[in-house]
């Protein structure tokens, strides 16, 4: 089976570094964004397994960023975010997001959030 394309969109360049790395440890392609804008159009422009997609970025938000992502493209997404709120993951969730992680977190529970969220994708696609 072919590696998984993962795009990660958030502004911290050294935990997108980290995490890139460990997810690449683990098996996939990650390429990150550092801004709203310009995840979008990455996001757009290549057909990504899932993306990882932070709430606080610079130019345009992560909840803008998912409500325009969700207008051309049913990819997976997990929101990554300090954001911890319920009304916060609540409007994640109903913005079309697929799962919701809050920071900190553990990169191993991160890696069984996309483990879980690809399954589901896989075999919702699979039934069709």
Do not use: W
């Amino acid at each position: 089976m072919a590696e998984s394309e993962l795009l990660l969109i958030d502004d911290d360049v050294d935990l997108c570094a980290l995490m890139s790395e460990f997810l690449k440890h683990n098996g996939f392609n990650v390429e990150s964004a550092h801004d709203g804008r310009q995840g979008l159009l990455r996001a757009l422009e290549r057909n990504f397994d899932l993306l990882i997609l932070d709430v606080m970025l610079p130019v345009i938000d992560g909840f803008q960023v998912l409500q325009q992502l969700r207008r051309r493209s049913a990819v997976p997404v997990i929101m990554l975010t300090a954001r911890t709120a319920e009304r916060d993951r609540v409007a994640g969730l109903n913005a079309g997001a697929d799962d919701y992680l809050p920071k900190p977190f553990g990169p191993e529970e991160l890696l069984a959030r996309i483990r879980a969220v690809l399954r589901r994708c896989r075999v919702t696609v699979s039934q069709r």
